[in-house]
């Protein structure tokens, strides 16, 4: 948050992989792009010539309900944009072009981890323009169905504080704190992978979800037990996902955030509908420079807890519940 330019990539990487809910192989690029580009998403026709292009910004998004899909009044250009967009918010690269041939990011192995060496393949450079923010100016909240959602002023960054809940023995309450820099994103949230129940999955595939989960890209929950034979990389790995799923929906404010996101029992729906929220009240936010902000020192503590055993493992990739 200190960084006083914006940032891009030193060259291009790629990743190739199935989308989790399409089913559908793609591949995705990460380019280089120019100073105040943002964060721009390029699908490429049969022909792997660009087709159509979109800002990744909170107006694209057309749905949030087992993913954050992002499109135009064309129709969805991208689904399941989450993970990249925390990836490179994660790591302070204000501006790339992201090209994909398929109709879905990747799921990789349903972390952010696979972008975050691609991201390091291609290296960041810095650029001559500075660093634009988003500064919370005061508090906005929003509540649905039991959970709530609310960006609101800090003095230290950007900070997330969550906390799920789901009625299973596996993960019961769970929460996570911490303000956010490139390391601890890196360490804490970046490897959190998705989750699921095999409860759902007979309705998730008639729903047209779900079709490419698997061992290799969810962590799979039964009623006793997590499925995936490497058991858990966090004891606290539910909720670490969820911070790195808002982390990636909140990227879509465009510019790097100054504040505080707390969410309880929220998902992609809460984390678009509070920031949807904040870009629409002008008074609870202002875009600054980089030269206008002051930053107090982060306190770099790391809170979670899991009220769950030790030791057992985790599931499947789940509906946008907590």
């Not at 990747?106 to 991201?119: C, K, Q």
């Not at 020192?297 to 030791?311: K, L, S």
Request: net charge negative; with cysteine.
């Amino acid at each position: 948050m200190k960084a006083a330019r914006q940032t891009t990539l030193r060259s291009q990487a790629a990743v190739s992989g199935i989308g989790v809910h399409s089913g559908h192989a793609a591949t995705l690029t990460l380019l280089p792009a120019a100073a105040n580009t943002g964060i721009v998403f390029v699908r490429c026709g049969s022909d792997g010539r660009p087709d159509r292009e979109i800002r990744a910004d909170v107006r694209a998004v057309t749905a949030t309900e087992f993913a954050t899909v992002l499109g135009d009044a064309s129709g969805p250009l991208c689904s399941t944009a989450e993970h990249v967009l925390a990836a490179l918010s994660g790591l302070g690269v204000d501006n790339a072009v992201i090209e994909i041939d398929g109709p879905e990011v990747p799921i990789m192995d349903g972390s952010a981890a696979p972008f975050v060496e691609a991201v390091e393949r291609a290296g960041i450079v810095t650029l001559a323009a500075p660093r634009r923010y988003i500064q919370v100016l005061k508090p906005v909240r929003v509540a649905m169905d039991g959970a709530y959602g609310e960006l609101r002023p800090h003095s230290q960054g950007f900070r997330i504080e969550l906390d799920i809940e789901f009625d299973h023995p596996l993960i019961g309450r769970q929460g996570v704190a911490l303000d956010l820099d490139p390391d601890t994103f890196r360490n804490e949230l970046a490897r959190a992978r998705t989750f699921g129940f095999m409860r759902d999955v007979a309705k998730l595939w008639n729903a047209g979800y779900a079709l490419g989960a698997s061992f290799e890209n969810t962590l799979v929950v039964t009623e006793d037990r997590v499925l995936n034979p490497e058991g858990l990389r966090f004891a606290d790995e539910f909720a670490r996902h969820k911070a790195l799923d808002a982390l990636g929906d909140l990227a879509l404010a465009g510019a790097p955030l100054l504040g505080l996101y707390r969410s309880v029992r929220g998902g992609h729906k809460l984390n678009h509908a509070v920031l949807s929220a904040l870009m629409a009240d002008a008074s609870a936010w202002k875009a600054i420079e980089a030269q206008d902000v002051r930053v107090d020192a982060p306190r770099r503590a790391v809170r979670g807890h899991a009220d769950v055993a030790i030791g057992l493992v985790a599931p499947a990739y789940g509906p946008d519940v907590s």
